[in-house]
């Protein structure tokens, strides 16, 4: 699987290898034009990049768990919705 993606509703197209900040971004927009499959996919990679953090041991990163606590959210709004 490539780590390029597009968001077609939004004519935004991003990277999973993109910086939290970014991935945010992308979630955001993901979320206005209701697209769960891409939401889906930046909270898994979220997901996995606090994981493979602690599994090596490094510190926490706070602004990657507030993204990853939005994103979360994001994802609980369209399942309400739907």
Known sequence: ????RYI???SHSFSLKDGANDLLKSAQLAFKVKDKKILKEIF???KG?????SQKG???NPV???NIAAV???LKEIDIDD
């Open 64 to 66: 990657l768990n507030n």
């Open 49 to 53: 990049r606090q994981q493979r953090r």
């Open 8 to 10: 077609i509703d939004a």
């Open 72 to 74: 979360e959210q994001y």
């Open 1 to 4: 699987m490539t780590q390029g």
């Open 44 to 46: 898994v990679e979220m």
């Open 58 to 60: 490094k510190s926490i």
